[in-house]
């Protein structure tokens, strides 16, 4: 559904009058769009006492094709990237009225060597300084430790006390700018993260902190890093499922999308457009099932046995049907609870007794803020999809052994069929109430997914990534 209030505030006119009255205009976002490079400019680097990770954020930023200059925090920046033989300068704080060329893209923190709270300090000091200077759809990364890794309660307070500073940055940044935390223990591998998190395909997963705590090999390409994966997509006919076949077919990967009979055509549809946008040679395939069925497991381990086992599953079909509790009829709660959390177990269940799932599988579940904020009128559906959360982290520690990881998405307000149908109210509220002021697509959904099965991604398990804008619910 059509956002008017973005498109009008954003057109010639509609800019003027917001102005004059003094309504809030929220940005553009900028999204990933294959004749615009996904990289470039400049980020401005700042840090706490002893980064640990100066050699690896330059070798990434490097690989990507971003500058750098160095915060004053970051004294020991300019020799690294001298060793690297990378172009680096110094940050100069502006004035208010920085132009628009002369703003960086991003500002990223090494906070891993902190581990007592009055050197978070250092944060101040660095985005004090460095806030103003951030372009619009710019990117703030924090980089700290898992504090469970920290060997003083002194370290592990620092460290989870970085959560407050980086989802707060998310919320005084507007203008499109993203702000997230990573939490990198030693020795795992950052890269895939650092680059989602930098690109424009994270524009609207915002106040996120993700943990990385394996290492991971570097995928052939970064522009196909799924190359060579087969993957399924539950409920691929419409809407977000549909999304995430199309960008997993973009980035590589063999799709088989899966619906329900009634939505057949839809389906076909949608797999003949991916097989278009991104030829497999007939590869992309349609199944049709009903993931609630009882034979839905075994049939559709044995359809993906049948072509050699898979990579990929996302877990996105699902269903809601809202009352409040008392007015719930026993089917409401049942069909929700087995299409949205039972069905996933059971599918789950089948591929993996099986070894269908193949070693270094990735399981990406479609949970939504719902399951963490709860909702009025929604018990069944927030049970359920507080249900995949709680799968998604308890499987993920016996998945380890396989190379296999886990993890959630939990979209908050995206623009499809599902938040068309909502009271005016409800869906305007939804819209706004978050740090980018408008929905999400389908697209943001898909490329959070999408950055999740990737093979650099080995090292992301049992997380939660919510696709939300920084929303308030649940926060
Ligand atoms: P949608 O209603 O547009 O699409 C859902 C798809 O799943 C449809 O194609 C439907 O036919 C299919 N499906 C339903 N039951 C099925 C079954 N038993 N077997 C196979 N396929 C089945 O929904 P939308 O908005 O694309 O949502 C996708 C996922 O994202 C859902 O899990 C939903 O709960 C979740 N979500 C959506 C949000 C939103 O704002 N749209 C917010 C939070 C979560």
């Not at 919320?171 to 998190?197: H, M, P, Q, W, Y």
């Not at 999740?452 to 939300?468: D, M």
Request: charged fraction near 20%; hydrophobic fraction near 45%.
């Amino acid at each position: 559904m059509k956002d008017r209030y973005l498109d009008f505030v954003n057109s010639p006119f509609g800019t003027s009058i917001a102005r004059s009255l003094g309504l809030p205009r929220p940005e553009v976002l900028r999204r990933h769009r294959a004749d615009r490079a996904e990289f470039g400019g400049m980020a401005a680097i700042g840090a706490g006492p002893s980064p640990a990770l100066f050699d690896d954020l330059l070798a990434v930023l490097s690989a990507i094709g971003m500058t750098s200059i160095a915060h004053e925090s970051a004294s020991g920046w300019l020799p690294v990237a001298a060793r690297h033989g990378a172009m680096s300068g110094r940050f100069e704080p502006r004035a208010r009225d920085t132009s628009a060329s002369d703003r960086v893209e991003a500002l990223i923190f090494d906070a891993t060597g902190i581990d007592e709270s009055g050197q978070l300090h250092s944060l101040y000091a660095f985005f004090h300084d460095a806030l103003r200077s951030l372009a619009r759809n710019g990117r703030i990364v924090v980089i700290g430790r898992p504090p469970a890794t920290r060997e003083s309660v002194k370290a592990a307070t620092a460290q989870h006390a970085l959560e407050g500073m980086t989802r707060s940055l998310g919320k005084e940044a507007r203008n499109g700018i993203t702000s997230n935390l990573l939490r990198v223990a030693d020795g795992a591998d950052f890269e895939s993260a650092l680059r989602f998190f930098l690109s424009p395909r994270s524009a609207y997963v915002s106040g996120q902190v993700v943990t990385i705590d394996a290492p991971a090999a570097a995928p052939e390409s970064w522009t196909k890093p799924l190359a060579g994966k087969r993957a399924i997509v539950t409920g691929a006919a419409r809407g977000i499922g549909a999304s995430i076949a199309a960008v997993l077919a973009e980035h590589g990967a063999i799709v088989t999308g899966i619906d329900i009979d009634a939505a057949r055509d839809a389906l076909d549809q949608t797999m003949l457009s991916i097989e278009d946008a991104s030829p497999s040679g007939g590869a992309h395939t349609a199944l049709v099932a009903d993931i609630a069925a009882p034979e839905a497991p075994a049939d559709i381990a044995a359809a993906l046995a049948a072509s050699g086992g898979i990579d990929i599953v996302v877990h996105n079909a699902g269903i809601t049907r809202d009352k409040t509790i008392a007015r719930m009829s026993p089917e409401m709660w049942d069909s929700v609870i087995d299409i949205n959390l039972l069905a996933q177990e059971r599918i789950d269940d089948a591929l993996l007794a099986q070894n269908v799932l193949r070693e270094q599988g990735r399981i990406v579940a479609v949970s939504s803020i719902s399951g963490i904020a709860g909702n009025r009128g929604q018990t069944n559906y927030a049970t359920s999809k507080a249900g995949v959360i709680g799968r998604v982290r308890a499987m993920a520690p016996s998945l380890r052994a396989r190379g296999i990881t886990i993890n959630a998405v939990a979209p908050g307000f995206i623009e499809t069929h599902m938040t068309a149908r909502m009271p005016f109210g409800v869906r305007e509220a939804g819209r706004r109430l978050n740090s980018m002021g408008q929905g999400g697509l389908p697209v943001d959904v898909a490329e959070t997914v999408a950055w999740l099965a990737s093979p650099g991604s080995a090292g992301i398990t049992g997380n939660v990534v919510r696709v939300c804008g920084q929303s308030l619910i649940g926060a």
